[in-house]
């Protein structure tokens, strides 16, 4: 794919502001988006899985992540027009024919990106220094191939769920399609992005399953088949109590940035879909610049819909998040509804649909058989973690920690 003109100065080929990201930009956004809080799970679910499955299941869903990654990298410009596809929505709607939406202006959040893929890293390196430390003292619980024992208080079903529950927790912490088509949208047009987009997806990956294996390995180790579902804040460590508190406070400041790109594309939905019904409304689509600083020289653009609307959306999901505090089952769900949808068939349809691999041979039989796997895989995720949240809800009390 040969270099894309620039028009105009500080304009992009399509008319839009020029991008200015690189294969580091596009790294620091695809770590933002893929380690999250669900990284303290990890520890967990080795304790389910074993230090086989654990080890083989979190390769697994990495190397399969990047794979199909690679593959919808090649779908963000047009193989005839060569039009950029700016959303993953875009994407799906230009190769497969279905309803998206778009994110706006997603290049402006580098900064946020660096800032929280530092404090990831962060809070993740205080949980696996506390289990090294653990480890290395003498200190470190039971651990076993398979994980935790079959017993009195595990039957063989409970067991066989659990371990469908830690691979959902698995996926869904090395997922970050959705957001792979706005992140390369953010990349210069020389050298060519998607072969920059690959390059970002190894380093990315790479130092994300690198995270993971020492989080989830060594969390294992230190604590043994009695693992918490949430390494900092379950029962895994109490002293020293400050380092604690830095990581929880890492683990805010990282979650404040993830949010602000995981949950851009709720907002575009909602907002377009309201643009298109009510174009004439000045609620819905008149913007008031504000203008801050001394001399005015800072401009905020205010929206009434927009600011009612997410605030409205943001106080429901916390509210839901307090009163339903089933980590683990929730992490498992969303693991379940989203890897291999989002991750695997899209990217596999469009790869098929762009590349017009014919059916019936070897190559289609194998993403074909695939595709078949993960969706077998997230269904049997899925009714685990219905499981698994159903008792919890015989358990547990809306707004009251989980202990």
């Known amino acids: 794919m040969g270099d894309w003109k620039v028009a105009e100065e500080g304009i992009d080929d399509d008319g839009r502001s020029k991008r200015t990201g690189t294969m580091w930009t596009a790294s620091a956004h695809i770590i933002t988006a893929i380690v999250g809080s669900g990284v303290l799970s990890l520890a967990w679910s080795m304790a389910q899985l074993g230090w086989l499955a654990g080890v083989a299941t979190l ?19 047009d193989p005839l027009s060569g039009n950029r596809n700016h959303t993953y929505m875009e994407t799906v709607k230009t190769f497969l024919e279905i309803f998206l939406s778009q ?5 402006k959040l580098s900064w946020l990106s660096a800032i929280a893929a530092v404090m990831s890293f962060s ?7 506390l289990s090294f430390a653990k480890v ?43 957001i792979l088509i706005e992140v390369q949208d ?37 604590l043994g088949n009695h693992a918490p579902g949430n390494l900092l804040t379950g029962f895994g460590f109490y002293e020293p109590f400050w380092l604690i508190d830095l990581a929880n406070v890492f683990i805010v400041v990282h979650l404040i940035g993830a949010y602000q790109i995981v949950v851009q594309p709720v907002f575009q939905v909602v907002e377009s879909w309201a643009g298109a019904k009510l174009p004439k409304s000045k609620f819905v689509n008149e913007e008031y610049p504000l203008r801050i600083g001394k001399y005015n020289n800072f401009t905020i653009s205010l929206n009434f819909f927009r600011i009612i609307w ?25 693991g379940a509804f989203c890897y291999w949808p989002l991750t695997v068939y899209f990217p596999l349809e469009m790869y098929i649909s762009r590349t017009k691999i014919k059916r019936g041979t070897i190559k289609w039989c194998a993403l074909r058989l695939l595709n078949l796997v993960c969706f077998l895989a997230g269904l049997a995720v899925a009714i685990s973690s219905f499981l698994g949240i159903g008792k919890a809800l015989h358990t547990y009390k809306p707004f009251m920690s989980k202990q």
């Not at 066989?160 to 959902?168: E, I, K, L, S």
């Not at 047009?189 to 390059?199: A, G």
């Open 186 to 222: 953010t990349l210069r047009s020389s050298p060519p992005e998607n072969r920059v987009m690959k390059k970002a997806n190894v380093i990315a990956t790479s130092a994300v399953t690198t995270l993971y294996m020492l989080c989830g390995c060594l969390g294992y180790a230190a």
């Open 310 to 334: 997410r605030s409205v959306f943001i106080m429901i999901v916390t509210l839901i998040s307090m009163a339903v505090p089933f980590f683990n089952e929730i992490l498992a769900l969303l």
């Open 123 to 129: 809070y993740a390196g205080i949980g696996i220094g």
């Open 136 to 178: 290395v003292s003498g200190e470190g619980e039971k651990t076993s191939l398979t994980g935790v024992e079959i017993g009195l208080n595990l039957t063989a079903a409970d067991k066989t769920w659990r371990m469908f529950q830690a691979m959902g927790d698995m996926a869904l912490s090395v997922a970050y399609s959705v």
């Open 103 to 107: 994110i706006r202006n997603f290049h």
């Open 59 to 77: 390769f697994v869903f990495s190397a399969i992540s990047l794979y199909t990654s690679s593959l919808l990298a090649d779908c963000y410009r």
